[in-house]
Protein backbone atom coordinates (compact mmCIF):
# COMPACT_ATOMS: atom_id res chain seq x y z
CA UNK A 1 0.00 0.00 0.00
CA UNK A 2 1.56 3.42 -1.08
CA UNK A 3 1.69 5.96 1.78
CA UNK A 4 -0.07 9.11 1.67
CA UNK A 5 2.14 12.49 1.72
CA UNK A 6 0.80 13.15 5.57
CA UNK A 7 2.48 9.27 6.67
CA UNK A 8 5.28 10.30 5.07
CA UNK A 9 5.57 13.25 6.54
CA UNK A 10 4.89 12.35 10.17
CA UNK A 11 6.76 8.91 9.90
CA UNK A 12 9.92 11.20 9.26
CA UNK A 13 8.97 13.55 12.46
CA UNK A 14 8.15 10.78 14.58
CA UNK A 15 11.61 10.86 16.25
CA UNK A 16 11.55 15.23 16.54
CA UNK A 17 7.87 15.43 17.19
CA UNK A 18 7.98 15.79 21.26
CA UNK A 19 10.57 18.84 20.67
CA UNK A 20 8.47 21.22 18.85
CA UNK A 21 7.54 24.00 21.62
CA UNK A 22 4.01 23.22 21.88
CA UNK A 23 4.73 19.76 23.48
CA UNK A 24 6.00 21.62 26.36
CA UNK A 25 2.58 22.31 27.52
CA UNK A 26 1.01 18.27 27.95
CA UNK A 27 0.69 18.35 31.46
CA UNK A 28 -1.50 21.25 31.50
CA UNK A 29 -3.15 19.88 28.45
CA UNK A 30 -3.94 16.09 30.67
CA UNK A 31 -5.41 18.56 33.82
CA UNK A 32 -8.18 20.28 31.05
CA UNK A 33 -8.70 17.43 29.29
CA UNK A 34 -9.87 15.10 32.77
CA UNK A 35 -11.27 18.53 33.96
CA UNK A 36 -13.13 19.33 31.08
CA UNK A 37 -14.61 15.53 30.21
CA UNK A 38 -15.13 15.42 34.04
CA UNK A 39 -13.02 12.14 33.01
CA UNK A 40 -12.59 9.20 36.12
CA UNK A 41 -10.16 6.38 36.66
CA UNK A 42 -12.44 3.34 34.07
CA UNK A 43 -13.89 5.55 31.80
CA UNK A 44 -13.03 4.36 27.95
CA UNK A 45 -11.43 7.34 25.47
CA UNK A 46 -10.41 7.58 21.70
CA UNK A 47 -7.65 9.72 20.99
CA UNK A 48 -7.79 10.31 16.93
CA UNK A 49 -4.65 11.23 16.04
CA UNK A 50 -3.33 10.27 18.60
CA UNK A 51 0.74 10.53 17.47
CA UNK A 52 3.61 9.75 19.83
CA UNK A 53 0.84 9.64 22.97
CA UNK A 54 1.56 12.57 24.62
CA UNK A 55 -1.97 12.51 25.77
CA UNK A 56 -3.17 9.15 25.37
CA UNK A 57 -0.10 7.58 28.06
CA UNK A 58 -0.69 10.26 30.56
CA UNK A 59 -4.89 9.20 30.50
CA UNK A 60 -3.74 5.72 30.72
CA UNK A 61 -1.80 6.31 33.11
CA UNK A 62 -4.48 8.37 35.03
CA UNK A 63 -6.78 5.08 34.84
CA UNK A 64 -8.33 5.80 31.45
CA UNK A 65 -8.96 3.29 29.24
CA UNK A 66 -7.25 4.94 26.15
CA UNK A 67 -7.17 3.29 22.56
CA UNK A 68 -5.12 5.59 20.26
CA UNK A 69 -5.92 5.80 16.15
CA UNK A 70 -2.60 7.43 14.17
CA UNK A 71 -2.36 6.96 10.73
CA UNK A 72 1.50 7.02 10.91
CA UNK A 73 2.69 4.11 12.01
CA UNK A 74 6.16 5.82 13.14
CA UNK A 75 4.43 8.25 15.14
CA UNK A 76 3.26 4.95 17.03
CA UNK A 77 6.28 3.49 17.03
CA UNK A 78 7.40 6.67 19.65
CA UNK A 79 3.98 5.83 20.71
CA UNK A 80 5.17 2.33 22.43
CA UNK A 81 8.32 3.22 23.20
CA UNK A 82 6.75 5.80 25.93
CA UNK A 83 4.48 3.60 26.77
CA UNK A 84 6.85 0.92 27.51
CA UNK A 85 8.99 3.12 29.66
CA UNK A 86 6.39 4.74 31.34
CA UNK A 87 4.70 1.13 31.89
CA UNK A 88 0.86 2.27 30.48
CA UNK A 89 -1.13 0.24 29.43
CA UNK A 90 -2.96 1.21 26.14
CA UNK A 91 -4.12 0.29 22.51
CA UNK A 92 -2.57 1.53 19.94
CA UNK A 93 -3.67 1.13 16.28
CA UNK A 94 -3.21 2.27 12.90
CA UNK A 95 -5.69 3.01 10.56
CA UNK A 96 -7.72 6.25 8.80
CA UNK A 97 -9.80 8.65 10.53
CA UNK A 98 -12.01 8.62 7.97
CA UNK A 99 -12.51 4.57 7.70
CA UNK A 100 -12.50 3.33 11.38
CA UNK A 101 -14.84 1.52 14.14
CA UNK A 102 -14.89 -0.31 16.77
CA UNK A 103 -16.65 -3.00 17.61
CA UNK A 104 -17.40 -0.85 21.75
CA UNK A 105 -18.43 2.49 22.13
CA UNK A 106 -16.25 5.02 23.57
CA UNK A 107 -17.64 7.09 26.73
CA UNK A 108 -15.73 10.45 25.33
CA UNK A 109 -12.90 11.15 22.16
CA UNK A 110 -10.35 13.35 21.73
CA UNK A 111 -8.45 15.00 18.22
CA UNK A 112 -6.54 17.48 19.93
CA UNK A 113 -3.43 19.89 17.60
CA UNK A 114 -4.92 19.12 14.23
CA UNK A 115 -4.61 15.43 15.21
CA UNK A 116 -6.80 14.42 11.74
CA UNK A 117 -8.52 17.52 11.07
CA UNK A 118 -7.73 19.61 8.29
CA UNK A 119 -4.29 16.93 6.57
CA UNK A 120 -5.51 17.30 3.38
CA UNK A 121 -3.80 14.97 0.28
CA UNK A 122 -4.05 16.51 -3.46
CA UNK A 123 -7.01 14.36 -4.35
CA UNK A 124 -9.05 15.17 -0.94
CA UNK A 125 -12.51 16.45 -0.57
CA UNK A 126 -11.64 19.90 1.51
CA UNK A 127 -15.08 19.49 3.36
CA UNK A 128 -15.90 15.67 2.78
CA UNK A 129 -13.05 14.50 4.75
CA UNK A 130 -13.20 16.19 7.80
CA UNK A 131 -16.74 15.38 7.95
CA UNK A 132 -16.37 11.52 7.17
CA UNK A 133 -13.85 11.87 10.20
CA UNK A 134 -16.06 13.90 13.09
CA UNK A 135 -18.95 11.22 11.83
CA UNK A 136 -16.14 7.83 12.32
CA UNK A 137 -16.56 9.73 15.61
CA UNK A 138 -19.82 10.45 16.42
CA UNK A 139 -20.63 6.53 15.79
CA UNK A 140 -17.43 5.49 17.84
CA UNK A 141 -19.20 7.44 21.22
CA UNK A 142 -22.14 6.39 23.73
CA UNK A 143 -24.88 8.56 23.90
CA UNK A 144 -23.98 11.48 25.76
CA UNK A 145 -20.36 11.00 24.59
CA UNK A 146 -18.21 14.22 24.43
CA UNK A 147 -15.73 14.97 21.76
CA UNK A 148 -13.05 17.31 22.79
CA UNK A 149 -10.81 18.50 19.59
CA UNK A 150 -8.78 21.50 18.66
CA UNK A 151 -9.83 22.98 15.52
CA UNK A 152 -7.73 26.22 13.55
CA UNK A 153 -9.38 29.38 13.54
CA UNK A 154 -10.19 30.36 9.64
CA UNK A 155 -10.02 34.19 9.78
CA UNK A 156 -6.87 33.56 10.64
CA UNK A 157 -6.07 32.02 7.25
CA UNK A 158 -8.36 34.68 5.41
CA UNK A 159 -6.24 37.61 7.01
CA UNK A 160 -2.41 35.71 6.12
CA UNK A 161 -3.70 35.40 2.32
CA UNK A 162 -3.88 37.94 -0.38
CA UNK A 163 -6.02 38.77 -3.74
CA UNK A 164 -3.34 37.09 -5.44
CA UNK A 165 -3.06 33.80 -3.99
CA UNK A 166 -6.68 33.24 -4.22
CA UNK A 167 -6.00 34.20 -8.01
CA UNK A 168 -3.06 31.70 -8.43
CA UNK A 169 -5.24 28.96 -6.22
CA UNK A 170 -2.59 29.49 -3.47
CA UNK A 171 -6.14 29.97 -0.99
CA UNK A 172 -9.43 29.38 -1.65
CA UNK A 173 -11.63 31.19 0.56
CA UNK A 174 -14.70 29.73 0.79
CA UNK A 175 -13.51 25.70 2.03
CA UNK A 176 -10.75 27.82 3.46
CA UNK A 177 -7.91 25.11 2.15
CA UNK A 178 -4.37 26.11 1.66
CA UNK A 179 -2.52 24.77 -1.32
CA UNK A 180 0.97 23.96 -0.54
CA UNK A 181 3.77 22.09 -1.84
CA UNK A 182 5.17 19.86 0.69
CA UNK A 183 8.36 18.57 1.09
CA UNK A 184 10.26 15.76 3.32
CA UNK A 185 13.15 16.63 5.23
CA UNK A 186 15.42 16.34 7.80
CA UNK A 187 16.00 19.22 10.25
CA UNK A 188 19.50 19.03 11.70
CA UNK A 189 19.78 18.96 15.21
CA UNK A 190 22.60 20.92 16.92
CA UNK A 191 23.57 20.09 20.86
CA UNK A 192 25.10 22.93 22.96
CA UNK A 193 27.59 21.58 25.25
CA UNK A 194 27.48 23.65 28.42
CA UNK A 195 31.55 24.55 30.16
Request: glycine residues 10%; charged residues 25%; contains cysteine.
Amino acid sequence: MTKTIWQEFFDSHAPEYMKNVFTGNTDFEIEFIIRELGLAPGDRILDVGCGTGRHSIPLALYGISVTGLDLSEGMLAQAREYAQKEKASLELVQGDATRFSFPEPFDHAICLCEGAMGLLGSDDDAGGRDLLILQNISNSLRPKGKLLMTVLNGLKKIREHSPEDIANGIFDPVHLVTHEKMGIFQIPVYKFIEF
